[in-house]
């Protein structure tokens, strides 16, 4: 039938434009002389593959089909926070909001009873948190009023995430925010390799003749991170600290140079800072 023909027709020309190489295309574009407008020997490549989308694909809406994000996806846009940032096992510092406080006659009976007091605080992210009583402190806690007040900073561990309400649960605790068998671990971080001890080499020399350490000469730097102490005493400071922490120290090079020492995971770091005007 002729309806048969031209559908036919069309299909052919369909299989035609698919066939089209576009930067070909371009080129030959690009060496038609335009009289009226020389703008047009100048079509980009974006331009062409778009033209050719559009016979191919006639009236085809080339954006993809809309999807409801997962609650992960809108915890993510809304707050900016991932995995990686907002993890079980982070140690963040949070604001104390208000203390939410349980008024109900312990006495009376209910169906639905209302939650154990906690401590609303707030993220650097703005995000909501809950310290439980228990969550507090390891020593038994009377009145949490005791313990924490409205606008106070202290510093917490991740103990869950719930993304579907925008809520996090965490912990003050001592032995919570010291116990590193919590600490949130990086999959993308890898370990340094493990250097085997080297055999001490035994020296023949006298003692007199050994080397020691040179010792660094104090400086009167009044600055709360700069301490003068020595490399073994730095080293002792920061055993324990978190990572981060830091300490600015003589050098034992001269006084126009000073030392930086922090702790960055198992190891102390040692960098050395030459002053210049």
């Known amino acids: 039938s002729p309806s048969d023909f031209v559908d036919d027709d069309e299909d052919r020309v369909l299989e035609s434009f698919e066939e ?23 079509i980009p490549l974006w331009l062409v593959r778009d033209i050719c989308y559009e016979l191919v694909c006639r009236f085809k809406d ?13 915890f993510t846009c809304i707050t900016g926070e991932t995995d990686l940032t907002l993890g079980e096992g982070q140690l963040v510092t949070v604001t104390v909001i208000r203390i939410v406080a349980n008024n109900s006659d312990p ?23 809950k310290i439980f009583r228990d969550d507090l402190s390891d020593e038994p806690v009377e009145r949490l009023s005791d313990r924490v007040a ?3 900073a202290i510093q917490c561990r991740v103990i869950a995430v719930d993304k579907a309400n925008f809520e996090v649960i965490l912990t003050s605790r001592t032995s ?4 590193s068998s919590h600490a949130f671990v990086d999959s993308y971080l890898r370990p340094e390799p493990i250097e085997l001890p080297s055999r001490p080499v035994v020296s023949h020399s006298t003692p007199s003749r050994q080397k020691s350490r040179p010792r660094f000469q104090k ?17 002792e400071a920061l055993a324990d600290a978190e990572t981060g922490e830091l300490i600015f120290r003589p050098s034992s090079k001269g006084i126009d140079h000073l030392t930086l020492t922090y702790k960055f995971h198992d190891e102390v770091v040692h960098l050395d800072i030459l002053e210049s005007d």
């Open 107 to 129: 006495n009376s009976y209910d169906a639905n009873p209302p939650p154990p007091p906690y401590v609303l605080v707030r993220l650097e992210s703005g995000i909501t948190g």
């Open 20 to 42: 089209i190489d576009i930067e070909s295309l371009r080129q030959e574009l690009s060496e038609i002389d335009f009289q009226h407008d020389r703008e047009l020997s100048r």
């Open 176 to 179: 919570a925010l010291k116990n």
């Open 219 to 235: 400086r009167m730097i009044s600055h709360p991170l700069f301490k003068n102490m020595s490399f073994k005493q730095a080293e």
């Open 150 to 152: 409205p606008r106070q």
């Open 62 to 74: 080339p954006r993809e089909s809309y999807t409801t994000l997962s609650p992960e996806e809108l």
